[in-house]
């Protein structure tokens, strides 16, 4: 979870935005570009829910007891609210993001302090719903009763938010994400994303390298392309031709001021021939990729609707290290889907030790609404699956360890990102994602420097700056 605070606007503007972000890092961006919308109607940003006017809560459905954590969230906001309308103040709560997808008008029947529910689709229209949420509570302030409660938009709608939100303005020393594709056409049976993210759209190219442009201009160095099935980018270009992640990779890299570029979430499936080969032929394309592979059983992957095998993955993998044999491999496994035996799960550790991951994020498989595997027979016990996920995270808490060890003594340029807990201190990213701690001046913040590697921890590195 992460709060997106990227500084107030001035001190002329009256109200304020707290905007709390749950789950990946398209919620990350789309925080941003609610923040982006909002702007103009006079919203800065507020660090705390307390000095907030409105406070949007952008959700993630994807983790288990995910609903229930944002109406606990909700209950304190209503009482927060009540306490503001006592002093003849308000407080407008907006509930976004997958929940607000999946569960829409439930979300104001179960709590009447929320005002909007907006679904991921629909953030462009952010403005329409706050002057309607402001007109409703002027009429019930004014003691008049109302049908319904709340301002609902989840809709699928048919033209594309991305032609309706602003130009980003939020660059973060030197990295920004930029979000080129969204929803997914796979259907993973565990997965809600094909439900509340939609069907796979890919933006055009023109808008994709305005974008680019301008982040760049604005102070980026490092651009993260963001897409729940990203590699399927299938964006068409101004000559009506129709480009792939990896031409749309090369063109990127051309920009004056380029630096780096990484892209987020891979399917195994859509890894193609050009895009293995820009591993090994662009420069700024960093020496990272996160590949879910989900199980490393065959029967489970059929039963989780993945559409490859696991020597498929395999095969990939060695083609991938063939282009670029220093790439650091990640992924996301599930433990306990519906059905997995001992063996299924040995197949998983096994296609592990057989990859050896550079980091992880692995998860015990747990029932979404809606999707087909919640519907399977033979659920796992929870504790079957917490005895599986205790198993597989102590194998790949030893492959991140060992991967951080054997960077000691070499020299990475780091991207200085934001300031570490100790004065004197920032922390960047490696080439390959790994966190560095060095003892650097503030200026060097949103600046590539070479730093070499002196410790090596589970989760970070530590380094000393070379001297140029
Ligand atoms: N249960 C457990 N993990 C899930 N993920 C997605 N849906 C579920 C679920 N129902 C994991 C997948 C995906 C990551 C973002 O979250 O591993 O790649
Ligand atoms: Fe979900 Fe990813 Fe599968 Fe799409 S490819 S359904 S986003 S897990």
Redesign the pocket.
Known sequence: MKDVRTGSEGQCQRKRVFIRTYGCQMNVYDSDRMADVLRPLGYALADTPEQADLVVLNTCHIREHASEKVYSELGRLRDTKAERRAEGRDLTIAVAGCVAQAEGEEIARRQPAVDIVVGPQAYHRLPELLAEAERKSAILRAGKRLPGAGVLDTEFPAESKFDHLPSPQGVRAGSAFLSIQEG?????T?????YT?GAEYSRPVSAVLAEAKLLVAAGAIELTLLG??VNAYHGEAPDGSTWSLARLIRELAEIEGMARLRYT?S?PRDMDDDLIRAHGEVPQLMPYLHL?V?SGSDRILAAMN?KHTARDYLKLVERIRAARPDIALSTDIIVGFPGETERDFEATLALVAEVDFAQAYSFKYSARPGTPAAKMDEQLPEALKSSRLDRLQQLLARQTHHFNQTCVGKTFPVLFERAGRQSGQLIGRSPYLQSVHAEADSGLLGRIIPVEISGAGPNSLTGVIRAA
């Open positions: 997914c056409d796979k259907f993973c565990f997965c809600v994303v094909p993210r729940q099935n979430t399917h879910p989900q993945r």
